[in-house]
Structures are given as structure tokens and as C-alpha cells.
């Protein structure tokens, strides 16, 4: 039996998201549904495709994955299936996907529209429940990708900021602030020295291995778990210790030798 | 396997919820439990009927909903078991089941007191733990809906706000707000025009088909996914915007020749 | 099959709970995921512990309980793996079962540190992740938790206000205020005497036995769900009311004959 996650802006309160796990289980009857979250911003595009960089990758093949974060419902844009080293996921084609699609081996993608699998009755304001759900159960009842419509070769992508790596420095930025107030850059944690230091405002940090380095109420620099430079103070909230917020731009000095862009 | 949802007014972070759910999952082991909301307001009958309006009847035939959202826990009113279109609900009977049991094509219902099924051991605070996740999980195993208790012939109904059509002209007031800032009013998107005109405030709105057809940060009205009028800014919070919360009168101009009265 | 809870401190938009739960689901395909509360305040061990107490014995025998509030990871900070009257548990060693392991009535723990079942790779910062999320399904899959590592003699403990019986009078406190405004004090309810009055601050409430004996927004104690002694208002928020707080000093006057300590 494949395993199905929701990753939506919807809240709960209204029902929205039981309207769409009710469409699931009447298609795919015991499927397992798991929530991911209810709670990212509206319409925030960026946090959405963070959140799936961190979970798609670590259920197993077979899982299907249902992101619903759509600004964009009720315009011409298309709604996004894929296959990702061998986990599937539906989403609108907004860039959601965008760094899910970067760190796969492997995907294909379709544009789903088959109205076998999709309905043909659908509202204008929710194609979560109307178009989303009925083909993410078809896919957990094991209906082929390729089934749900014609090959999309090119999904939209959101151009997140670069990380800049010249002069033996990198220059990134703060790219989410997570519910502890660390701060997740876009600096990849195998770019550091033995020396490197994190300038972030006037602050200066030091990079340890973890916590267990820092006292309590100290900023440090970590490589976090998903391998990036992560800016923390031990047992506080570094995001409002240091007034960093997503999008503040910091700097890495002490690089190890390497490719001078990357990510 | 039934399927058992759970809408709730506790919140999780005290643990109350998991103890219903482990309840349930004693009795009916391995049944899939699919949170809908826990957030919805302390006490808001309104809302949680609202929320079950929305997903009750996307569910499968045989699906257990339970509602606990119960102001009255420890007096006396009754405990509500329904069968509507096939889809089983246990409640408090004070009303959050009224518009579910308006829009099923047939409904029976029982007030909920067989101690087989419930248990003699009851708390007077925590009647979702100790009566109504029993009641859930013996349903969701198969026990008929009749075995619960006597035949409840009239549950208790919410006197929700009527919407008024009279002189060419419906007066209906916005019933709910979602976490995106859109207001949804009561009054029936098939009772439109092709030229009606949506007066709430000052503001006097177009009806369009789609997001699609407005400009970013347009107010509009749009018949929404059930089916009912509703205010929305592209891009944007309606509710903040027009200043409109719960209760808000609206008019709206321009119907369509039908029936005086209607919802 | 085994059930899965979780309960963290995580939020739930980061998608650090998912990534959890997608290990989980690799390990042991299938298995049910319950979610307790992602809400538990950063941090705040003594709010886990209270959670915990509520659930974890109504799940049925075989059922592995995670909790992940671990303000000390990345320190020398065991991981415990315990079982319950027949539940598992998997959480940091930091007192977060002190209450659970109160309340068993036979218990016994393991220092989690196999490392064929907690795998040799482990983040810094991520051990729900990568040490608890791979134990848990193992244990769901049916390895005995002695597998798991050496016995741990004396859990974490932490050290919960007492409550002084003396002199016909119990002195308390606050141990939680609910999502209700409830304050859950630490006085068993059954020391209660047929005139016990509480007392907290200026306000001397008489204990009723359900809501339904009081007025609306009357103040009043009760005996709650758990057997604790709490302070409620009907229809109301009895922290604002009384301006009380986790903490709080409380009194019971009124008690019954018997022993001079206790909880």
C-alpha cells in the first residue's frame, strides 16, 4: 500500500483539508495519510519547497507526495506530477518542486489533465480537493504517472538567491528561519574550513560541531542536518538574538579549497 | 477497515486528543484516525459545523466522523449518533451537526447511552475521551448505529442566520472567514445573475468565474468550491480589506428569476 | 501491527516532523502515525511530561510512543527506550517520562544506542530524526527493546513541584494551564473532603462535580479527567479570570482523613 503525505497553506479549522483526505480514502479506501503541515503562510512558495526538500527523499518509494500551496488557482497555471527517485508527487506547477527537482538523481514530470483521473467537474477556487487529491489517490492505487497526462519538460522553478563563492569567501544569505528561531542559510556546510567564520551583521560566529560546544546562550555557527551552514545560540532563538530574518544577507570566510560556485 | 475522522475545539499540545485517539485504537486496532482540525475556536458550534459541512459526505459510505466541540460537557444535553448517506457522525447534540444533517438526502440518528459501548466510567469534564471515542470505535468495528441507543428524532439544530430574497434583491451576512481572509456569506451561488452585483460595505463587487479573471489585489465575488457566494481579494485578505468579519450584512443585486426564499 | 504517536516540539511547517516520519515509514512500511502535538513549547520538558501522562496508557499494549522535546541535543544527553505496562517509549532521556514512569506499574529502560537499529550517521542537531525516528520502527517492527542497549537504571527525573499535605491543608500548585484557560493544580482529587474549598489568590471556590453545577461564569474546582483537583470557570477562561499561571500557589482546605503526603 503506498503512503500518502499533504503539505497545504489551508489551516484546518475550515475543513478544506479533511474535504481532500475524504476525496483520497473514497478513491484509495486505507490508505495511509500523513500530515505534513497545514501552516505554511499563504501562498509561500519558498517555505513550501524548503519543507519538501526535507521529507520527500526519506519515505520510502512509492510515496506520494500532495503539495497544495497555489496562489496561482483559478489562473492558466498547470498542475505538476512527478516522479523523484521513485517517490511521486502532485503540486502545482509553481516552483514548489524546485529543490526537490534539483537534489533528485532522476525525475520525469507530466502535466496532470487526464480527466479520467482528475474529474471533469471542478470549482474554480479549490483544485486541491477538485483535481489534486483524485489524482494523487489514483497514483496510490497504482495507476502509472505517465497516465495522467502529457510529458512536461520543463516545471516551473523559483529562483532562489545564489550563494556567490569568490575571493575565498561566500556570500549567501538567510534563506528560512525555522520554529527555534536557527537560521538556515544557503551555504553548503562541506564549502568550511577548519577556521571558517560566519559574519552575519556585526556578529562573527564561530562554527562548532554542535550545541554540546556552545554555552548555554552563545551564537554559533552549525552544519545542519540538512548539510547547511545554520546559525543558532544555544537554549535561545538566534533569529531574534542576532534581528536575522529570511533574506539577511551573511557572509562564510575561511573556505575550504574547492569549486568556486555551487550549491 | 472504516475510517475514523476527529474534529476538535482542544487543541494537541495538551495531550487530550491523543488519549481519545488511543481509546479508539484500543477498541478498533489498526483503524486509520485522520485529524481534521483541533483548532477550531473553544465553544464555536457554528464553525465546527461549518468545517464538518465541508468534508463529511467527500468521506466514504462507512466512514466514522466525531465531532467534540461541547460547550455543554457535564449538563445534560444528549450525545448524538447519525447515519447521514451512509456516512456515520457522533457529536454533542447542540447543534454542530445541523447543516451536515440539512444536506443529506436521508439521515437517522440515536442518542448515544448504551453502556456496552460507552462505558459506565465516566469523568464529568472529558466526555470525548470516556463516551464519544468509545461510541467511534465500536461504530468504526461494525456495532450498528441503532445499538447505541433510542431513536433521536429531532437533534438539536443551530439557529443558523437566514438569508432573505425579496424585491429582486438577496440579504444574506457572511457566515465564516477562512485562513486565507475570504468571506463566505450564505447566500447561494445559484441564485445569481449574469449581472449581479455583490454589496458589502461600501464596496460594491463584480461576480467573476475565477481568480484568473481579476487583477492582483482586486476585490471580487466568486461562487466558491460549495457552492455559495464568497468575497475574496486576489492576492490578497478580503476580511482585512473590505473590513468584513463573522456577521457581516451583505446584499446582492441582479438575481436570477427563482424561488422567494431559499438556502 | 503497532501504532506510532508522536509528540514534539517541532512546528510542524519546517517539515522536520515529516522527515521523521518518512524514516519511520521506511523502516516499518505501513504502520499507523498518530500525531499527539508538534505545539509543546520549544523546550519546555515539564509541558511534555504532563501530555505524555495523558495518553500514553489509553493506547493499547505494543503501541511506541516518540517524543522529541530535547533541548539538550547535541550534549551527552541519553536516548531512553522504555517499556510501559506493555507500552514503548522512545524520547530523550531528560525527564520527559517522569510522570509516565510514575504512574506504571512495572517498568523497565534501556540506554538507545544499538547502532544496528540507530544507524552510524546522525546530524548534529537532528536525533528525532536520525537516532529516534529509526529506533521507534524498529521497535514497531518487533525488535525487543533490550536489542536496542544496556539497561538504564535510573531514568532522567525531572523535579515536579510537591505537593505538602499539613495540618488539614494541601499546599499546591499550577502545574498547567489548558487550552480552556483550565488550571490543572498538582492536589489529587481524591484528598478531597465533602467541603473542600480551593484557594488561589483572593477567590476561595467550592468543588463542584460537573460544569452543569455551576452558573455561567461562575468560578469552580473539579476533580478533572486525570483525578487532579482544577480550576475552571463555566463558560469562561479560568487563567485570565483569576490571573493565574503555571506556578501558582493553591491551597485546599477541607481535605479527607488520610496519609500526610502524597500524588
Known amino acids: 500500500m503506498s503512503r500518502v503525505t499533504l503539505l497545504t497553506d ?9 474535504a481532500m483526505k475524504g476525496v483520497i480514502a473514497s478513491i484509495a479506501p486505507g490508505v495511509p495519510i500523513d500530515d505534513v503541515s497545514h501552516d ?9 519547497a524548503w519543507a519538501l526538500s526535507r521529507y520527500w527523499s526519506r519515505y520510502p518509494a512509492g510515496t506520494v507526495h500532495l503539495v497544495v500551496v497555489d496562489p496561482g488557482v483559478g489562473t492558466e497555471r498547470r498542475a505538476l506530477g512527478a516522479l523523484l527517485d521513485g517517490r511521486l508527487l502532485v503540486a502545482p ?12 538523481s532522476r ?31 489514483h497514483l496510490a492505487r497504482g495507476v502509472p504517472l505517465g497516465e495522467l497526462g502529457p510529458p512536461l519538460a520543463e516545471p516551473a522553478r523559483y529562483a532562489f538567491p545564489a550563494v556567490i563563492r569568490q575571493g575565498g569567501e561566500a556570500r549567501g544569505e538567510v534563506v528560512a528561519i525555522d520554529r527555534f528561531g536557527n537560521a538556515v ?6 564549502w568550511l574550513g577548519r577556521e571558517a567564520r560566519v559574519h552575519v551583521g556585526r556578529a562573527v560566529l564561530e562554527v562548532r560541531g554542535t550545541y554540546g ?5 552563545e551564537a554559533l555557527a552549525l552544519v545542519n542536518s540538512d548539510g547547511l551552514v545554520e546559525i543558532t545560540v544555544r537554549d535561545g532563538a538566534a533569529a531574534e538574538r542576532l ?7 551573511i ?10 560556485n555551487g550549491l
Chains 1, 2, 3 share one sequence.
Open 10 to 18: 489551508f489551516g484546518t479549522r475550515d475543513g478544506y483539508v479533511a
Open 185 to 190: 542559510t544557503n551555504v553548503p556546510g562541506d
Open 93 to 104: 506547477d509553481n516552483g514548489v518542486a524546485t529543490l526537490a527537482l534539483e537534489r533528485a
Open 251 to 260: 557572509r562564510v570566510r575561511g573556505l575550504r579549497r574547492g569549486p568556486e
Open 243 to 249: 534581528r536575522i530574518r529570511r533574506g539577511s544577507r
Open 40 to 48: 505554511i503562510p499563504p501562498g509561500d512558495i519558498p517555505s513550501a
Open 107 to 137: 525525475w520525469t514530470a507530466v502535466s496532470v489533465q487526464n480527466e479520467n483521473y482528475v474529474g471533469p467537474d471542478r470549482s474554480a477556487t479549490f483544485h486541491g480537493r477538485d483535481i489534486f487529491a483524485p489524482a494523487v489517490a
Open 213 to 217: 560546544e556552545a554555552a548555554s546562550g
